[in-house]
T-cell receptor
């Protein structure tokens, strides 16, 4: 049973560029959340997608946007990259929006470096 | 804004010792989750506690949710080198779909 799959695993971008990160949720899961984890910090919530809609958003600027597809996979887009966007981006999936009660399955993340 | 404070931030112990990690907040959470994260990997769920005063055991790990649902603790008995990692607590607020994470406790168990 495949868990959460994220791609790419590593990425180096130049300041001002745009980036797209991808996530396939665990089989049977339909809800996808994105988190940003800076070095030495705990993950910070970016947003959650359910039924192809952004259900809740954390304290991140509009440069961060996302999408969920009918097959439940998701993309995270970041425009006008800043050096401070360098972090590990984590995707987490759950079933029927029950992650806060039963827990989430996280992917291994995409390590984004902005130079 | 809900905040979770974890302590200690770093912990280095000898194999066989016991340890406790704390997770505290001034906010009430509907559930509290504990994860373990290895370098270069995503967090892996250890347990979810949802009832105030709840105690859950997972082999040598014991998790407790405070009566007021504002704090939690993780106790490890007879630590082993395989327990090494970053332990994260995460709280879910009522009516919210996000998890608020603490900064984590980095545990090193020396053989």
């Amino acid at each position: 049973d495949a868990g959460v799959t994220q791609s790419p695993t590593h990425l180096i971008k130049t300041r001002g560029q745009q980036v797209t990160l991808r996530c396939s949720p665990k089989s049977g899961h339909d809800t996808v959340s994105w988190y940003q984890q800076a070095l030495g910090q705990g993950p910070q919530f970016i947003f959650q997608y359910y039924e192809e809609e952004e259900r809740q958003r954390g304290n991140f600027p509009d440069r961060f946007s996302g999408h969920q597809f009918p097959n439940y996979s998701s993309e995270l887009n970041v425009n006008a990259l800043l050096l401070g966007d360098s972090a590990l981006y984590l995707c987490a999936s759950s079933r029927k929006g029950q992650g806060n009660t039963y827990g989430y399955t996280f992917g291994s993340g995409t390590r984004l470096t902005v130079v | 804004t809900q905040l979770l404070e974890q302590s200690p931030q770093f912990l280095s112990i000898q194999e066989g010792e016991n340890l406790t990690v704390y997770c505290n907040s001034s906010s009430v959470f509907s559930s509290l989750q504990w994860y373990r994260q290895e370098p270069g990997e995503g967090p892996v769920l250890l347990v979810t506690v949802v009832t105030g005063g709840e105690v859950k055991k997972l082999k040598r790990l014991t998790f407790q949710f405070g009566d007021a649902r504002k704090d939690s603790s993780l106790h490890i008995t007879a630590a082993q080198p395989g327990d090494t990692g970053l332990y994260l607590c995460a709280g879910a607020g009522a009516g919210s779909y996000q998890l608020t994470f603490g900064k984590g406790t980095k545990l090193s168990v020396i053989p």
